[in-house]
């Protein structure tokens, strides 16, 4: 199925130059001067390496049609994941680079959603936020506004984000599992 390049989405599988990619990540850029395009980076699903491609947002690209199943993550086994099938409890193997940035974000339990194509894993999706604790959070700089600017934090998986300046360590807060960013604070 054919698609502007501007609608390339991480997770998603397209066909490129004869061969099957798993996209990473994408960036649109808009330089001072000509169109916009957009930047992929994606992974070779046959020999696993990783390359950059630049299209411009009009071009088109061959979007491969992905099955989606749910599985729940059951451990870490060295590189690779281990799900469970909720329906036939089989467990399956993914390796943990199809997660990219997203891999701190795993945690005991979850749903994850696994895209196939043709049977063979390609792409995962978490669910888009998760509730973390707060391990380290900068002191507030006197004088600074609320609305102003956010304070760098770290999680309890170890990744970075910025916070409000009301957000302490100890605290647990909703972020997105997409880039980490900050959405409130957990209830409860």
Excluded: C
Excluded at 67 to 92: H, R
Excluded at 115 to 127: C, I, M, R, Y
Aim: aromatic letters at 6%.
């Amino acid at each position: 199925m054919k698609q502007q390049a501007n609608l390339i989405r991480a997770g998603q599988v397209i066909e490129h130059e004869g061969r099957r990619w798993t996209v990473l990540k994408q960036q649109i850029i808009t330089p001072g001067k000509g169109g916009a395009f957009i930047q992929v980076e994606m992974r070779d699903l046959k020999t696993g390496n990783k390359t950059n491609e630049r299209w411009r947002t009009a071009d088109t690209v061959e979007r491969l049609m992905t099955e989606e199943k749910e599985y729940t993550y059951s451990y870490m086994d060295g590189d690779n994941v281990v799900l469970m099938d909720p329906e036939t409890f089989e467990q399956t193997l993914i390796p943990l680079d199809l997660l990219g940035d997203q891999a701190p974000f795993l945690q005991d339990n979850m749903t994850l959603v696994i895209n196939l194509v043709e049977g063979d894993p390609v792409g995962v999706q978490l669910p888009a936020q998760v509730t973390l604790e707060i391990v380290e959070a900068d002191p507030v700089v006197k004088g600074q506004t609320a609305s102003s600017s956010y304070k760098p934090a770290k999680l309890s998986n170890g990744v970075k984000t910025m916070v409000p300046p009301f957000i302490e360590a100890g605290e647990r807060i909703v972020v997105r599992t997409e880039d980490a960013s900050y959405v409130e604070r957990a209830k409860g």
